[in-house]
């Protein structure tokens, strides 16, 4: 049986279901075009704003490692250590709007057939920030964009009506969604913060406001170690530290806990799932629990930029995963979607040991102290 790779997601085609996020690896032409020489199906852009954007000085974003040696978790590099995450506080593309759309058309021009989100933000609250919405997906989808995402989600904007203060205020969410709308002619995506207590509230808001997909996760709030040596933040600018975000294999648990509470929520709605994944088994848990298509950043930034060896990975991951289970008929992602979203339930619903059985007689679960001498009685 030949393997199907393809995927159809919000009336897209992409060749394959993985896409590079929007993040350093697509803030530049040839880093797009290098990764789709390299064989990613899609690609969103770094976020494009008409705002002006000024940096921090230094690094921008470091990756955590930690060592079976010391388990310890720190910025520090060291022989043997393995990727604990990615931490940055870099804000959206410092380049124009004006620099960008030369640069899609180009880029679309070369990859007619492959997939290009643009990932726009504006502010809120006002009229005049509503028409910067609508005037960047006018301009990126009129330079050939597919697609749009729209940034609900930068955990450190350094304007307080921008990013995941929008993505946490259900109002917000329907409002910008739907003045995009109103102008869009290609589908539009909301990506949404995961520092919210319930966050398929946001997503149904979106949904409300005409949205075609919901993505996440984007990096999770948090601040940087501070080194037991020195007493400093591992990553400060004059000692000093603002909170950031948090990405890579970390919060992969965490992203999937946020999916799974909006797939749930709305069975039949599109999501793309982000968030510590750098082969096909990560990508395979959030296609499990109904995501359409998965992107990735961190892993990819730390393979030549754009993740060659990453997405040669995942397809073969994928190719290797059909052919293991044609013998079920599955032929392509669809087939096995959201196999697993319904096995997600409350507490009180998962079963009981019977009496006798509790903890296991005298075998103590790891992380538990094993019983006394008097309570085995
Ligand atoms: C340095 C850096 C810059 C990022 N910039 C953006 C951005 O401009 N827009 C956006 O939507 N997400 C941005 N992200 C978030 C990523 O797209 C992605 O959602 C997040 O890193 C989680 O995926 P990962 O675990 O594969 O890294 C950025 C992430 C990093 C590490």
């Not at 060592?67 to 959206?92: C, F, Q, T």
């Not at 073969?316 to 032929?331: K, M, S, V």
């Not at 992602?333 to 997600?344: K, S, Y």
Request: hydrophobic share 40%; with cysteine.
């Amino acid at each position: 049986m030949s393997v199907n790779r393809s995927v159809n997601f919000t009336g897209l085609r992409f060749e394959n279901p993985f896409l590079l996020s929007s993040a350093p690896p697509t803030e530049s032409e040839s880093n797009i075009l290098r990764a789709f020489e390299a064989g990613w199906g899609g690609v969103v852009t770094k976020t494009i704003g008409l705002h002006p954007v000024v940096n921090v000085v230094g690094a921008k974003a470091k990756f955590m490692r930690t060592s079976p040696e010391d388990a310890s978790v720190s910025m520090r590099k060291r022989p043997g250590a393995a990727l604990h995450s990615s931490w940055n506080w870099e804000l959206i593309s410092d380049k124009t709007i004006e620099w960008w759309l030369p640069r899609i058309r180009r880029i679309k021009e070369a990859f007619p057939d492959r997939i290009l989100i643009a990932s726009i933000m504006a502010g809120s609250g006002n009229d005049k920030e509503l028409q910067n919405w609508q005037r960047l997906a006018r301009d990126c989808q009129d330079a050939g964009a597919d697609g749009l995402e729209l940034n609900f989600s930068c955990p450190h904007m350094d304007r307080r009506d921008m990013g995941s203060n929008i993505g946490r205020d259900e109002g917000l969410c329907s409002v910008v969604t739907e003045a995009v709308k109103e102008v869009a002619s290609v589908p539009v995506w909301c990506k949404l913060t995961p520092a919210t207590a319930q966050i398929e509230v946001e997503a149904g808001a979106c949904f409300r406001g005409g949205a075609d997909a919901i993505v996440s996760s984007n990096t999770f709030p948090s601040i940087p170690l501070i080194d037991p040596e020195t007493l400093e933040f591992e990553i400060n600018v004059d000692g000093y530290v603002s909170s950031g975000g948090l990405g890579g294999p970390a919060i992969l648990p965490l992203s999937l806990a946020k999916m799974g509470q909006m797939t749930r929520a709305f069975p039949d709605r599109s999501f793309s799932g982000i968030g510590g994944i750098s082969d096909f088994s990560q990508a395979l848990s959030y296609i499990l629990l109904g995501c359409g298509t998965v992107q990735v950043c961190t892993s990819a930034m730390l393979d030549q930029a754009v993740g060659p060896g990453v997405i040669k990975r995942l397809l073969a991951g994928l190719d290797a995963f059909l052919e293991r289970h044609a013998g079920r008929g599955w032929t392509a992602v669809e087939d096995f979607r959201g196999l697993r979203r319904d096995r997600i339930v409350s507490q009180s619903d998962i079963r009981r040991p019977d009496a006798a059985d509790y903890h296991s007689g005298y075998e103590a679960a790891e992380g538990y102290a094993p019983p006394t001498a008097v309570e085995r009685q």
